[in-house]
């Protein structure tokens, strides 16, 4: 159950079409804002400016929830250092998901023997790589998000995959997906709003444990040079 009033922030703009959201939770419903396609934003103005114009000030927070990315360097690098102000100095509880998760909600409910596969271009020959499924109680990892080859993906898919592809990824990279398995949604950009679904897993997260995941695959096993 969410602790009210909640702030949710979501900037790794994986999908290259809204670098910066914020959502507000109060007693009186969930509203929003974004900030303006095409421009980069203030986060922490557009957070201030939303809680003050529902009257909420940073020390009434009882709760915030992040998405970790992968996503934009400054993006994620802006909403994390923001989440780790409110959390140290007002001791709010933080509550994480990662952009692959946020993906794979917009496919809505399936069946338990499917499984979802939101991907990501990660450049330099790899990609993001999710595995999650629907259950009962809503969306259930079946193994962390991980930076791999994206032949090594490509030969992952089953043909009763999932994927969920943003319209960003490059055309080679979506008629190969569609050549090996036909089932293929590309989702809408996900925003802070999605962070306040009920069916969304979230990992309760210390301030000083909050670590970005960025767009270019720096968590993956690279060859050196």
């Known amino acids: 159950m969410t602790r009210l009033p909640a702030l949710a922030l979501c900037a790794s703009n994986a999908t290259g079409v809204r670098p910066h959201s914020c959502a507000l939770r109060t007693a009186s419903g969930t509203f929003a804002v974004h900030s303006t396609i095409g421009q980069r934003g203030d986060l922490a103005h557009l957070a201030a400016e939303l809680c003050r114009t529902h ?130 949604i590309t989702p809408q950009a996900p925003d802070a709003t999605t962070l306040f679904a009920p069916n969304l897993p979230l990992t309760p997260t210390p301030p000083h444990h909050l670590t970005p995941h960025y767009l270019l695959p720096s968590y993956a096993e690279l060859p050196r040079p």
């Open 55 to 184: 009257g909420v000030a940073a020390a009434d927070l009882r709760e915030l929830r992040l998405d970790l990315g992968p996503g934009s360097y400054t993006g994620l690098r802006v909403a994390v250092t923001l989440a780790r102000c409110l959390a140290t100095f007002d001791a709010i509880p933080v509550l994480t998901t990662d952009t692959l998760t946020l993906l794979a909600h917009a496919s809505g409910p399936q069946p338990t023997d499917r499984r979802l596969r939101p991907v990501l271009d990660a450049r330099a020959g790899h990609v993001h790589d999710g595995h999650l499924r629907w259950h009962p109680t809503g969306l259930r990892h079946d193994q962390p998000p991980r930076a791999i080859p994206t032949a090594t993906w490509l030969a992952s898919l089953a043909p009763n995959d999932l994927v969920l592809a943003p319209a960003n990824l490059p055309a080679d990279m979506l008629n190969a997906i569609r050549t090996r398995c036909p089932n293929l």
